[in-house]
């Protein structure tokens, strides 16, 4: 008995409770008169006209800006510093690789006959043999070569390969063993 009173309490609780909700607060239209002013707050930015106006009429024309100075000495430093650079990093096509020396020369020699517009390095890096079409930049420019390539040598593919740095010359002999 008490567990079925207990039950219908409980069944009288849960209906009581699920009474249909009500919002509180007032409604939408409570909120159509309402404006707030942000204009005091907001970022306001001259007109583009009057300040490119201004900057005309405040500079000379043959003055040249700061920035160009530093951007000029930045560069030469740049440029200076990669001529000091014994090599420079690139990407290259590599067409054979292997340890038949005899393959390699073969490799090489078709390549002249198919391709005389191309320059052709072969190098021997112990125990294998390296046969490599140009010296590139980026991946982008070894692309065109690649295709060209692709159909006659299907094994060819393009590698990131670090370059002699033509005319180069080492500022500091005894760094290479020359006294």
């Given amino acids: 008995m008490k567990s079925t009173l207990l039950g219908i ?60 100075a530093d951007l000029r000495v930045a560069l030469d430093k740049f440029r200076d510093g990669n001529r000091s650079e014994r090599t420079w990093s690139g990407f290259t096509v590599l067409v054979y690789s292997g340890v038949d020396r005899d393959l390699a020369f073969k490799t090489r020699n078709e390549l002249y006959t198919a391709f005389p517009e ?18 590139f930049i980026n991946r982008i420019e070894a692309q065109s070569y690649y295709h060209q390539l692709r159909s006659q040598f299907p094994a060819s593919r393009i590698i990131q390969d670090r370059f002699q740095r033509e005319g180069y010359v080492n500022p500091d002999p005894i760094q290479d063993g020359e006294r």
């Fill in 9 to 68: 309490l409980v069944l009288v609780l849960l209906i009581s409770s699920c009474a249909p909700l009500r919002k509180s607060g007032s409604g939408p239209d409570s909120f159509a008169n309402y404006r707030e002013d942000l204009s005091e707050t907001l970022i306001t930015f001259p007109d583009l006209r009057e300040q490119t106006s201004s900057q005309v009429t405040s500079t000379s024309g043959d003055s040249q800006l700061a920035v160009d």
């Fill in 118 to 135: 191309m320059k052709v390095d072969m190098q021997y890096q112990q125990p294998r043999y390296l046969v490599k079409v140009g010296k």
